[in-house]
């Protein structure tokens, strides 16, 4: 049987820049052409593949009424010979739209044996989703296969891909995006015994070594040092004492000195790494159960996110914070009406002991928080609420900087990966009182709890940092979403790369609100 490598193999989409459509095609080569537009724009992109492309495009027309998301696919003959598809959008399609259309023209020309591939878009946000797609479709998931099967099920990979009209800096950013994208995917498809936290912290390990980053290791035993107990609950109904909080730090190579975005305090990506959820003493049931190997997508996100800043060399320090462990059913495991006590004071009451993945958040952003940075962004698959809400084509959104959820649900729209915002306010906090700790971990209630488990993640958010939380509903859905074809969407990569990039946004979120939040002291109970 074949093993699984230690790191995904991500290589460079090689590319052949062309200004025009017709200097693309020049040259006598097998080509897939992919053409995305709106009506009229393909229109006018036809006439320089000549008068035979031309009565294809309008036996299209006939056929289907130049619909949004209709395809066409020919063969056209002659000096530009070309196995052609076209995808139509709409005249005001969203950076979405794009993204799942070229995904599907990229997999209708899969199976074309061609030289090369020929990518038009009619404008940036078309060429970009076609380019994203295309580097998207070069990485593969892990498998197990024996090597017999695995030779048959195998597909061919693209040839080289020519993008029309799009910059260099384009090229170079949506190319970063999508290999930490691959990352975050290619880490989340992992079984459970292939991604232990053990084997998980090898694997960054690995990484960072290969990256050039810092690496800083807090094992169970610096937990405890710490004082991370709603952190060391959760580990504690393990076998192995491997749960740690991962540092991973990403540093400018260029040193510009005091006032330049390097001297700024690291933005902090926070990530739920929970490398398989059983729901400990509160069981799930099998269907719950089946797929828990993802439940650490969060911090998959948090680290391709740190690959993609580091390959586009990010003018500014990042830290990811990866809180690494498995949530199992033992005689130790923690259980209902537990009282812990968190790094920062904080005493919580257990509710369900699948409510896991608050807890571990819980001290990975408190412990953050110690390192003042410049913000926080956590990523975690916390809530089936959140799914309940949104499905699985939205991810959600709070954020202790109100005047900014308009911006930050601008940003996915703009990169093609949507949040919605939810409410934050303080009288939610009604139903996390606890008569015997501080708060409680949860609401016996199920509902609402997308919005309840925030309200609890922001108690432990250093006094007036800017804090964002990505309760990620999309990480996973049947069938792929956008311009990714896999179950695994690696969701939030693009997103927050997108985000991360945005200075005039991060200025703004770095106001300090009035009435932050406050560390208490470490409680004791006796």
């Known amino acids: 049987m074949s093993t699984i490598p230690l790191l995904p193999l991500l290589p460079d989409a090689p590319y052949r820049r062309a200004t025009t459509l017709g200097s693309a095609l020049r040259g006598n080569r097998r080509r897939a052409l992919l053409l995305l537009g709106s009506p009229t724009e393909l229109a006018q992109a036809v006439v320089e593949l000549g008068p035979e492309a031309q009565a294809l495009w309008a036996a299209h027309n006939r056929a289907q009424g130049a619909a949004p998301g209709a395809l066409s696919a020919a063969i056209v003959t002659g000096r530009q010979a070309a196995n052609l598809f076209i995808r139509v959008l709409?005249?005001?399609?969203?950076?979405?739209?794009?993204?799942t259309q070229a995904g599907k023209l990229v997999q209708s020309a899969q199976a074309v044996a061609a030289d090369e591939v020929v990518l038009w878009g009619a404008d940036d946000t078309t060429r970009e989703a076609l380019w994203s797609a295309w580097v998207a479709s070069r990485y593969a998931l892990p498998t197990l296969r024996s090597q017999a099967t695995k030779a048959k099920a195998a597909h061919a990979p693209l040839p080289v891909a020519v993008p029309v009209a799009l910059g260099l800096g384009a090229l170079r950013k949506w190319q970063a995006v999508e290999r930490g994208g691959a990352l975050a995917r290619w880490l989340t498809a992992l079984p459970g015994n292939h991604l232990t936290p053990a084997l998980y912290r090898k694997r960054v390990q690995a990484l960072a070594r290969q990256q050039g980053w810092k690496l800083v290791i807090d094992d169970e035993a610096a937990l405890r040092r710490a004082g991370a107990g709603a952190f060391l609950a959760v580990a504690q109904g393990n076998a192995a004492a491997d749960?740690?909080?991962?540092?991973?730090?990403?540093?400018?190579?260029?040193?510009?000195?005091?006032?330049?975005?390097q001297s700024l305090a690291p933005v902090a990506l926070v990530g739920k790494g929970v490398c398989f959820d059983t729901g400990g003493v509160n069981l799930k049931?099998?269907?719950?159960?089946?797929?828990?190997?993802?439940?650490?997508?969060?911090?998959?996100?948090?680290?391709?996110?740190?690959l993609a800043l580091t390959e586009l060399q990010h003018p500014a320090p990042v830290d990811a914070w990866l809180a690494l462990a498995e949530n199992h059913l033992a005689a130790q495991a923690y259980k209902p009406q537990d009282v812990v006590v968190a790094s920062n004071g904080t005493t919580i009451q257990i509710i369900h002991t699948d409510a896991e993945g608050r807890m571990l958040l819980a001290d990975a952003l408190a412990l953050a928080s110690r390192t003042k940075p410049r913000a926080l962004i956590d990523f975690a698959t916390l809530t089936g609420a959140c799914v309940g809400a949104l499905t699985e084509r939205y991810a959600g959104l709070f954020t202790n900087r109100l005047g900014q959820r308009n911006e930050l649900e601008a940003i996915g729209r703009h990169c093609g990966e949507r949040v919605w915002a939810f409410p934050l306010d303080a009288d939610f906090d009604q139903e996390l009182e606890s008569k015997v700790a501080?708060?409680?971990?949860?609401?016996?209630?199920?509902?609402?709890?997308?919005?309840?488990?925030?309200?609890?993640?922001q108690r432990f958010v250093g006094n007036g940092l800017p804090w964002i939380h990505l309760d990620l509903a999309s990480a996973t859905r049947h069938g792929g979403l956008a311009h990714i074809t896999t179950d695994i969407t690696g969701f939030g990569v693009r997103y927050a790369t997108t985000l991360l990039q945005d200075e005039s946004l991060l200025q703004a979120l770095d106001s300090r609100p009035a009435g932050a939040v406050h560390h208490r002291t470490p409680a004791r109970i006796s």
């Open 438 to 457: 501080d708060i409680i971990q949860c609401p016996v209630e199920g509902k609402g709890d997308h919005i309840y488990a925030a309200r609890f993640l």
């Open 285 to 306: 049931p099998h269907r719950s159960m089946l797929d828990m190997h993802t439940d650490m997508a969060g911090s998959a996100v948090a680290l391709g996110t740190l």
């Open 90 to 99: 709409g005249t005001e399609a969203s950076a979405f739209e794009a993204l």
């Open 243 to 261: 749960a740690c909080l991962l540092r991973v730090q990403y540093r400018p190579a260029r040193k510009l000195g005091q006032g330049s975005k």
